[in-house]
């Protein structure tokens, strides 16, 4: 059973604090991963991918991977309320053009 | 262009009723999934299509049947539905290349929140 580990939160952070999201996986020939953002009420939306060992920033996002640790996380940087959602961490599935998503970590970012 | 279109946005619909879910994307790809989240969990895959076919059930029970008409379009076909069955249902794309074995980026539709009365 493959598996996608994440701490279900809720994580608080004061604004403009760096929010540190993390999330292991059980596949260790997994190979792609990703990170969703989702608002109550609606659907996920991609917010990063990392295929490789090391970091990947996109403005306030740096994703990060390990491969030897089977660990990925994402940290936001200057956190604003509106980054107040649930963050589904994603892994591929070796073989399969399929997703196991963890159970998401919701996060709170405190006017 | 990273829109995948979802109709209708909300749907209510009794136990003995038949009716339709669709979902289309003009993104040109050629991987299709239908996913079912309930409140507070992860989004559950059901049904993958590669290239039009059927390519992943995730053992659904035969209530629910999809269809993939062409390569734009996701049908999710319900039929005898339990009130269990209410939840939000996501339709995803992603492309296809013939070298990559792991999952490309899946772009995910606004979803269709069912409720079966």
């Known amino acids: 059973q493959k598996e996608v580990e994440q701490n279900s939160g809720p994580l608080s952070v004061p604004e403009g604090a760096i929010a540190s999201l993390n999330c292991t996986y059980s596949?260790?020939?997994?190979?792609?991963f990703f990170w969703y953002r989702q608002y109550s009420g609606k659907s996920p939306e991609l917010i990063m991918s990392i295929y490789s060992n090391g970091d990947k920033e996109d403005g306030r996002f740096t994703a990060q991977l390990n491969k030897a640790s089977q660990y990925v996380s994402l940290l936001i940087r200057d956190s604003q309320p509106s980054d107040s959602a649930t963050y589904l961490c994603a892994v591929g599935d070796t073989g399969r053009r399929a997703l196991t998503f963890g159970s998401g970590t919701r996060l709170q970012v405190q006017p | 262009d990273t829109e995948v279109t979802q109709t209708p946005k909300h749907l209510v619909m009794g136990m003995t009723n038949k009716k339709s879910l669709k979902c289309e994307q003009h993104m040109g790809h050629r991987a299709m999934y239908w996913y079912k989240q309930k409140a507070k969990k992860p989004p559950e895959l059901m049904f993958v299509?590669?290239?039009?076919?059927?390519?992943i059930n995730e053992s659904v029970p035969s209530r629910f049947s999809p269809e993939c008409p062409n390569s734009s379009l996701l049908n999710l076909h319900l039929h005898a539905l339990q009130p269990e069955d209410s939840a939000l249902y996501l339709c995803?794309?992603?492309?296809?290349?013939?070298?990559?074995?792991?999952?490309?980026?899946?772009?995910f539709g606004p979803g269709t929140r069912l409720t079966v009365t």
């Open positions: 596949d260790r020939g997994s190979q792609s």
């Open positions: 995803a794309s992603s492309q296809i290349t013939g070298t990559v074995i792991s999952p490309y980026e899946q772009y």
């Open positions: 299509y590669s290239y039009e076919k059927l390519s």
